[in-house]
């Protein structure tokens, strides 16, 4: 899907022969009459999977890349590595400009503190000044619009869509010139949906980056200018949103065996 246009200068992301094998540990027999018989002795086995595998594609700046698939396809585990959380098995992954992350797991907020404080602290961990923070936390704040006093109650007492709504806001603001989101909207209501959507517009319009990992195939349909379908670890396909959809779609309906890639 390169263009004869590309210029390193256009390059966002290049992700190069990329797999991730995730190894776990194990307990063999994890009954009680297992370890009894062995008596208390705990016999490991390791686990291993290949999440992703040998993939390989490049995004331009002002690119709105979504990426569907099944469950356990691998979305996600590939998302984290464009991230920087996971580092790759094999491969490479060259990433260039500045990464703001919206993941479904470990967005870095501390329950105990409020969300102002959240907020404050993630200023302050992308080196804003004290000035940035204040003018700055406020705008993400007034985005985010969390109920009544909500912004300064402790974060573990936020419902999920509160808590997305205030990731959506500071990940979004942080003048990011790529933004990975991962399912990160499905909290949010009908409301902040929309309010969001327009959002990543804007930074689109922007010239920004934008890879979405969603199971909201309308959503990717309306946002994006380009699609991946990710299948067990591998790229099943890369195009326009809505021909990637339509095979999925097939897909899902047919079932793998009587699928074929044949019109791809
Ligand atoms: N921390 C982990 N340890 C071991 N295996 C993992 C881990 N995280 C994911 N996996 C496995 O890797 C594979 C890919 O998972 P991943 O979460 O990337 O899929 P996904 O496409 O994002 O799925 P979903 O649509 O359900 O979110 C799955 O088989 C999953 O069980």
Redesign the pocket.
């Known amino acids: 899907m390169q263009s004869a246009s590309d210029t390193a200068t256009d390059l966002a992301v290049k992700v190069e022969h990329l797999s991730i094998t995730?190894r776990?540990t194990i307990e063999k027999n994890p009954t009680l009459k297992g370890r009894l018989m062995r008596l208390g002795r705990r016999e490991k086995v390791v686990r291993t999977?290949e999440?992703v595998k040998d993939v390989s594609f490049s995004v331009n700046h002002g690119t709105v890349l979504g990426v569907i698939?099944?469950?356990?396809?691998?979305?996600?585990?590939?998302l984290r590595a464009i991230a920087g959380i996971l580092p790759p098995t094999k491969g490479r992954i060259e990433v260039h400009g500045k990464v703001s992350t919206l993941l479904a797991l470990g967005v870095g907020f501390n329950g105990n503190l409020s969300g102002r404080e959240n907020v404050t602290l993630g200023g302050l961990a992308q080196g804003w000044s004290p000035d940035e923070i204040k003018a700055r936390a406020e705008e993400i704040i007034r985005f985010a619009d969390l109920e009544d006093d909500a912004i300064d109650r402790p974060m573990k007492t936020y419902s999920s869509g509160m808590y997305g709504r205030l990731a959506f806001s500071v990940a979004v603001h942080m003048d990011p010139d790529i933004l990975l989101v991962d399912?990160a909207l499905s909290a949010g209501d009908a409301r902040f949906k929309k309010k969001a959507t327009a959002k990543m517009k804007q930074l689109c319009d922007q010239a920004r980056t934008i890879i979405l990992?969603s199971?909201g195939l309308q959503s990717i349909k309306d946002m994006c200018n380009d699609c991946i379908w990710?299948h067990k670890g591998r790229i099943m396909e890369r195009g326009q949103p809505s021909k990637v959809i339509d095979d999925y779609m097939r897909f899902l309906d047919v079932g793998e065996e009587a699928f074929t890639l044949e019109d791809v």
């Open positions: 995730y776990t999977v999440a698939g099944m469950n356990g396809a691998g979305k996600s585990t590939m399912e990992v199971h990710l």
